[in-house]
């Protein structure tokens, strides 16, 4: 099965400062990479997400980047603020056109801190 | 436009109950995926099940937990004989396919259970 590495495990950052977090997944056969945010007590919530047919993403402050050959995947948040303080997951999983589609495997997760 | 419901929110078990978890996806979404997270972890696939009918339930643990998604009303998680190592959060996400294929998965508030 889907195997999903994440690193850091926690990421400090200073305020305005960019922040990457990156994944690598086992399974070739992945071709759907959601990027999920997650507050304390709170339920996941999917801010990006990238198709193994694209290299990269963006929306506004937050960019996803995809290497099939490497078979790893990037969160770039630019410009951070206190806001962005959560814990985020990577996952992957198979889409298929026509089909269903299997659940996701997600990495152990990065809690990321924003020091004001 | 009512997100994905889950309930109870909090449910106290003592070893050797059972418990039911409840799921309501989206408006629309007939596909639902079961998660389990357990403290400072991420979220691990149990099942996915579509109307009347479980498409993977290979994440799930063979022994106690069952699933099911009828024709009407919600997708329930069933957990007999609760032991500790159950507490968790277990959270529901449901999607639907748009032009052939499947896209984002939408989280529940989640069920955070307790077993004393």
């Known amino acids: 099965g889907e195997n999903v590495e994440q690193h850091p495990s926690t990421l400090s950052v200073q305020e305005g400062d960019s922040a990457v977090i990156k994944c690598t997944y086992s399974?070739?056969?992945?071709?759907?990479f959601p990027w999920y945010k997650q507050e304390l007590g709170k339920r996941p919530q999917l801010i990006i997400d990238?198709?193994?047919?694209?290299g990269e993403k963006k929306d506004q402050r937050i960019a996803v980047t995809l290497n099939k050959t490497a078979k790893h995947f990037s969160l770039h948040i630019t410009e951070t603020q206190p806001e962005d303080s959560a814990v985020y997951f990577c996952?992957?999983?198979?889409?298929?056109?026509?089909?269903?589609?299997?659940?996701?495997?997600f990495g152990k997760g990065t809690h990321l801190i924003i020091q004001p | 436009n009512a997100g994905v419901m889950q309930n109870p929110r909090h449910l106290v078990r003592r070893r050797g109950q059972e418990a039911r978890l409840r799921c309501s996806p989206m408006?629309?979404?007939?596909?639902v995926y079961w998660y389990r997270q357990l403290p400072e972890e991420g979220l691990k696939f149990m099942v996915y099940?579509?109307?009347?009918?479980?498409?993977?339930e290979s994440g799930m643990p063979k022994e106690r937990f069952s699933a099911e998604f009828p024709k009407e009303g919600p997708s329930i998680l069933r957990i007999q004989q609760v032991v500790r190592g159950d507490s968790a959060a277990y959270f529901c996400?449901?999607?639907?396919?748009?032009?052939?294929?499947?896209?984002?998965?939408?989280f529940g508030p989640g069920t955070r259970l307790t077993v004393l």
């Open positions: 408006k629309g979404h007939s596909h």
């Open positions: 099940l579509q109307k009347e009918n479980i498409i993977d």
């Open positions: 996952a992957a999983s198979i889409r298929v056109y026509g089909g269903g589609a299997d659940g996701l495997t």
């Open positions: 996400a449901s999607s639907t396919p748009r032009e052939g294929i499947h896209n984002e998965q939408f």
């Open positions: 990238i198709r193994s047919n694209v």
């Open positions: 399974d070739s056969a992945s071709n759907y």
